[in-house]
C-alpha cells in the first residue's frame, strides 16, 4: 500500500524520491550553469548514499541550493516513514516519544550551544520537534539538527522530517523552514 502525502518546500530546497530518475533535471534547474549542476550532483550523490542507512522508509530528500552560481548545499532534508513503535500495548504518541527523546540525553561526543524537544500541534496531528545546535568535541564549527516526527491522526505510521547542516549560524532560518514544511505536510488515505 502506498502512502499518499504531500509537503511543500520553501524557496531555495529541492527534493526528490530516492533513486529517482529525474535527479540529473533537479540538479539542472536548481543551478545557472554546468560547474554548478557537477557541485550540486555531488552532494545530491551522498545525500541518496546517505538515505539507506536512515531507519523507515525514505520517501523524499532534499537540499537547499544556497547558491544556484555554484550549486553549493547549505542543508539537507529527509522525509521518513515507520510503524509506531508500541510500549506496554500502547502504540507511542507524541507524548511518549518526546519522554523517549528527552530520555535520550546528550551525545557525550558533541558539544551543545543549544538542545531542546518540545511537542507542537499542526495541521496533520501533533509533532515532536528537536532542536540541536552541536559540534564535534574538541572540533570547531557548529551544526545543526532539526528532526520534526510528526504523528498523524488516526494512523498507525509515524513520519520524520530530519534537516542537518554545518552552519549552525542558518538555525533560525532553518527552523522556519522546517516549520513551515512540518505545516504543510498532509496525509492522505489511500484510494
Given at each position: 500500500m502506498s502512502t499518499s502525502w504531500r509537503l511543500d518546500l520553501p524557496e531555495g530546497w529541492v527534493a526528490w524520491q530516492p533513486g529517482s530518475p529525474d535527479i540529473a533535471a533537479i540538479q539542472a534547474a536548481a543551478t545557472t550553469g554546468r560547474r554548478a549542476a557537477r557541485t550540486l550532483a555531488r552532494r545530491v550523490a551522498v545525500a541518496e548514499k546517505e538515505a539507506p542507512l536512515l531507519p523507515g522508509q525514505v520517501h523524499q530528500i532534499g537540499v537547499r541550493v544556497a547558491d544556484p552560481g555554484s550549486g553549493q548545499?547549505?542543508?539537507?532534508?529527509?522525509?521518513?516513514?515507520?510503524?509506531?513503535?508500541?510500549?506496554?500495548?500502547?502504540?507511542?504518541?507524541?507524548?511518549?516519544?518526546?519522554?523517549?527523546?528527552?530520555?535520550?540525553?546528550?551525545?557525550?561526543?558533541?558539544?551543545?550551544?543549544?538542545?531542546?524537544?518540545?511537542?507542537?500541534?499542526?495541521?496533520?496531528?501533533?509533532?515532536?520537534?528537536?532542536?540541536?545546535?552541536?559540534?564535534?568535541?574538541?572540533?570547531?564549527?557548529?551544526?545543526?539538527?532539526?528532526?520534526?516526527?510528526?504523528?498523524?491522526?488516526?494512523?498507525?505510521?509515524?513520519?520524520?522530517?530530519?534537516?542537518?547542516?554545518?552552519?549552525?549560524?542558518?538555525?533560525?532560518?532553518?527552523?522556519?523552514?522546517?516549520?513551515?514544511?512540518?505545516h504543510s505536510f498532509r496525509l492522505h488515505a489511500p484510494t
Open positions: 548545499v547549505s542543508a539537507s532534508m529527509f522525509l521518513t516513514q515507520w510503524a509506531r513503535p508500541t510500549q506496554d500495548g500502547k502504540q507511542r504518541g507524541a507524548r511518549r516519544h518526546l519522554t523517549a527523546v528527552e530520555e535520550r540525553g546528550a551525545d557525550p561526543s558533541r558539544s551543545y550551544q543549544y538542545r531542546e524537544a518540545s511537542i507542537e500541534q499542526v495541521p496533520a496531528g501533533q509533532l515532536v520537534l528537536r532542536n540541536e545546535v552541536w559540534r564535534p568535541r574538541r572540533r570547531l564549527g557548529w551544526h545543526v539538527t532539526l528532526e520534526t516526527t510528526i504523528f498523524p491522526r488516526e494512523t498507525d505510521v509515524m513520519f520524520e522530517l530530519t534537516v542537518n547542516s554545518r552552519y549552525g549560524e542558518l538555525q533560525p532560518e532553518l527552523m522556519a523552514e522546517i516549520s513551515l514544511m512540518a
